[in-house]
């Protein structure tokens, strides 16, 4: 998966009808993240690219195209079975694992959830780095050597559980250590950004909220730390030293799967465990 079409998006223009309308069924919230929006977000991307309009949780009945990317296994299934009976073809992103048998047209199935295509009932199956879909930014840096030392925080879109809170009282002392700078990215849920941004932090402490291109992040850093969604997977995608620590079980099984299988990936249980990580990697002067 590169800058050029990626393997969905090429699907998807063969099966596009003459109206050239794709219809994009998400939601996100500050328990289940902003991943599954952000993810449509940058298939609708792509497929601007290729002159194909998307009409976002609006328009199932005017679509030829339909892709549901919905964090509750349930209302995705509702969902499912309603448009089938439009004869649309049908994208489902399986967030679980649990919905092999939905007869859609393309299943696109959990990075790090092994799967046998035999075994579900979809046409056609997806996975690995078509269900992550490293949006164009991201794809364009992979096998780009990081341009500087510096560390990456990010938590996510909603960040639940407080770490970029937990994570940054107790580095802070620590900071000056590190020979660039460290980004702390704060999601567009997470209102800790103004506790922290009315501190007088060290001056190599970068505080950034919702920003419209976080990927230039990437370019800098040599070093992310995050949870395990798709910041964690855009890190792992472009080889980067990656600690995970989970904000929940699906997360858990991501950050695991990668720990166990790319050993510049580690699992952290805590905030605590992965500050000791990172005191670790500064002491011996790897960053």
């Known amino acids: 998966m590169s800058c050029v079409k990626t393997r969905l998006v090429s699907i998807i223009?063969?099966?596009i009808g003459k109206d050239k309308r794709v219809a994009l069924?998400?939601?996100g919230s500050k328990e289940s993240g902003l991943g599954h929006i952000y993810r449509l977000v940058y298939i609708a991307r792509d497929l601007w690219r290729e002159e194909?309009?998307?009409l976002f949780n609006v328009g199932l009945e005017r679509a030829s195209v339909i892709i549901v990317d919905l964090p509750d296994s349930s209302e995705a299934t509702d969902v499912v079975n309603s448009v089938m009976k439009k004869g649309s073809f049908t994208v489902l992103f399986d967030n679980d694992g649990s919905l092999g048998?939905?007869?859609v047209d393309l299943l696109v199935y959990p990075d790090f959830i092994p799967v046998n295509p035999l075994e579900t009932k979809a046409k056609q199956v997806l996975t690995g780095w078509d269900y992550v879909y490293p949006p164009r930014e991201i794809r364009s840096l992979k096998g780009v050597p990081?341009?500087?030392k510096d560390i990456l925080?990010?938590?996510?879109?909603s960040d639940p559980k407080g770490l970029t809170k937990r994570f940054l009282s107790l580095f802070v002392e620590e900071a000056y250590r590190v020979r660039g700078n460290v980004h702390i990215l704060f999601g567009p849920l997470n209102s800790d950004y103004f506790l922290f941004s009315s501190k007088r932090l060290p001056p190599n402490i970068r505080l950034y909220r919702s920003l419209r291109d976080p990927f230039s992040l990437y370019r800098y850093s040599s070093f992310v730390i995050s949870s395990g969604g798709l910041s964690f997977a855009y890190s792992v995608y472009l080889g980067r030293f990656t600690i995970g620590i989970p904000q929940n079980d699906m997360e858990?099984?991501?950050?695991?799967?990668?720990s166990n299988k790319c050993d510049f990936v580690r699992f952290s249980p805590s905030v605590e465990d992965a500050v000791k990580e990172v005191l670790c990697f500064l002491?011996?002067?790897q960053i």
């Open 13 to 15: 223009s063969q099966k």
């Open 25 to 27: 069924v998400c939601k």
């Open 52 to 54: 194909i309009r998307t």
């Open 101 to 103: 048998n939905l007869e």
């Open 146 to 148: 990081p341009e500087g």
């Open 153 to 157: 925080v990010t938590f996510g879109g």
């Open 252 to 258: 858990e099984r991501r950050i695991r799967f990668y």
């Open 283 to 285: 002491e011996s002067g």
